[in-house]
């Protein structure tokens, strides 16, 4: 079993800033985060490949939000700059040893508590 723990999120005015972080509790392969808006699908957004810092993201979050990794503290962070009203949503870190279903939510068995991320315009 992993335990994910994650930290951040809040409220800010679009073009705002936050910065999320997800700590597990052992090393895993693949570490990413989801989202989740109101009456809406678990959307992928980002991952990272922890044993090369390979990283992909969502079209949607493409050159504003930047995952990275503390592989010393087993923790991921999601920065996330110019947001914008879309971007409101639970975030959700996810993790697994598996790597081959990255974009999709069955690719992950272990996941955080989920943090609220609200963007006003």
């Known amino acids: 079993q992993v335990q994910l723990v994650e930290s951040g999120g809040g409220s800010v005015q679009a073009g705002g800033s936050l910065r999320l972080s997800c700590t597990a509790s052992?090393?895993?392969?693949?570490m990413g985060w989801f989202r989740q808006a109101p009456g809406k699908e678990r959307d992928w957004v980002a991952c990272i490949f922890t044993y090369s810092g390979s990283t992909q993201y969502a079209d949607s979050v493409k050159g504003r939000f930047t995952i990275s990794l503390d592989n010393a503290k087993n923790t991921v962070y999601l920065q996330m700059n110019s947001l914008k009203p879309e971007d409101t949503a639970v975030y959700y870190c996810a993790a697994d040893n598996r790597v081959g279903r990255w974009p999709f939510p069955d690719g992950y068995n272990y996941w955080g508590q989920g943090t609220q991320v609200s963007v006003s315009s």
């Open positions: 052992r090393y895993v392969n693949l």
